[in-house]
């Protein structure tokens, strides 16, 4: 991602200023010993909050106050949000099933064949060009172009027929929506829109985190609102479970324990890790499971990954790895079914960065485990390969990837084809590197994997780093760009790169200081291309693979 030519014309242009730390500048004192009266925060002892962090500090500083008219949507299904709303005033709708074309959602915009073929022989000596005009848009203007939905507003014209034609829910005063995909950063699950005049507080996903580790009380009152909507629907997906009634599925639920481990900055940790670069410093992981165990209770991952492990002498050996929505401890209570008694854990489970868990307690599982037949929980791979790569995957998180870029160095010879393909269609700069991490015969590039947990958007002051609602694809918008480096930072596989960049004329951008202008680049996995991502498909020995890791059956089969 370097620049291959160092201009020697310079161009002068104003440098984006980030904002202000405040997710509300406008955010008063008066508006925050206001929201202190009401619920949820009247409640809390406020006494709990450390004074560095106190509960006036967090919601003056991570909370604003916003207004919505009648059919404005609030936050749309399937977009990714960092934001939870607590409805102030008014009341709004919550719908799963309102269509794609009235949400405002089209799908992107590809290159035509003729902007295709065009890329490919258009003069890249140059890279990193920018038409710098598109730079003196106010910033707000910036921010909404960012893909910030919560500042995009999308009006839903007759809001009776969508009603008359929709299943919807009313939700009230004092009520709380969005915090769910906001803590895990998955989609949201439905569409939410104001149903008259509405005032909320949306609170930013390190406000809530930060209440919830200090106020007891709060936290249960977001477990047990979990407990009665989210976790219905990931018993029902549970092969066990799918076909047990309301009631059966109520008394799991009731019975259900919630637990969290691991670091919420896992980032920082993994970073700190691989910065050290020695082979033995590995990210803190923290034991949920041990092998050994009495198998009391079934483990449903609720959020985050963790790693499955079997004793190897005096260490552990790496045989899988779980993701949210998986279980854990299933084979064994189906022996304790079976009539083998109090069997042990045949496996241990560590957290693998920050690991959100539910226990369901075994005398409330074994009922439906009767027809489950009893087997180990993992099957050993004969291939040699494998188990090193697993555990290259798993020691560093590139299990939160969505599309790694895998490589088989005995199929690659290095003919740069992939890169050549990527330079093509990014004006003339690859967006990845061809090196990074090898395990055997396999290495694992720093290309963008496009992670589940996505936390190089954390922080981020304009939203310029963003996901594409159609895709889901982590991309970053130029315009709103200001250079300031925190997803770079934030990235802990050091796969987003800050470049200097040149006007049309090839000539290097500079600001009112004389300092060079620089934007994020990365791997947008071609989101405008016809044929995407370029890199695999240009590959001629099908030596490199863009894997799901949440696809665990293709990638095992991968590395066979």
Known sequence: MDNAKAPEAVKL?????????????????????QLLRIRPFKAMDASLFPAKNSLHKILKTDTRIRRFDAGEVIIRQGDYGDSAFLILTGSVYVSLDIEESLLGRTKPKRKGLVGALTQLWTDHSVPERRDVSTYNLKQDLAYQ????????VIFLQDMSSIIKNHQTD??????????ISCMSRSPRSATVMAAERTEVLEIKWQALRDIMRYSKEFRSQLEEEYRRKSLVVQLHAIDIFRKLDDAQIKALCDC???????????NLALRKARDEDDEHVRMPEEMIVAQGDYADDLILIRGGFARVTENEGEGRRTIDYKKRGDVFGLSELADAASGEDRPHFRQSLLALGYTDVIRLPGRFV??????????NAAVRSEAPHREDLLSLYVDNLFINGTRSMVINMDRC?????CVVACA??????????????????????????????????????????????????????????????????????????????????????????????SKATKCDYCVDQRVAPACEYA??????????????DVVKEWLE
């Open 13 to 33: 242009i104003k440098r984006q200023q980030q904002r202000e730390k405040l997710f509300d500048e406008h955010m008063r004192d008066a508006d925050v010993e």
């Open 145 to 152: 172009a960012a893909g910030n939905k919560s500042d995009s």
């Open 170 to 179: 009313t939700l009230k005063r004092g009520e709380l929506f969005g915090h």
């Open 256 to 266: 259900a324990i919630f637990e969290t481990y691991g670091l919420t900055d896992w």
């Open 366 to 375: 074994q009922p439906y485990l009767e027809k489950v037949k009893p087997a």
């Open 413 to 417: 010879t290095e003919c740069d084809d």
């Open 424 to 517: 093509n269609a990014h004006d003339g700069n690859p967006r990845f590197v061809r090196h990074g991490p090898k395990a055997g015969k396999f290495m694992i590039a720093n290309a963008c994997m496009h992670c589940s947990d996505p936390v190089c958007m954390v922080g981020c002051p304009t939203g310029a780093i963003h996901r594409d609602v159609n895709s889901g694809v982590v991309v970053i918008n130029d315009q709103a760009c200001i250079g300031c480096s925190t997803c770079a930072n934030s990235c802990p596989y050091d796969n987003i790169r800050m470049t200097n960049i040149t006007g049309i004329d090839g000539e290097l951008v500079l600001d009112e200081s004389h300092a060079p202008i």
């Open 539 to 552: 590959c001629p020995n099908n030596a490199l693979k863009r894997l799901d890791a949440h696809d665990i």
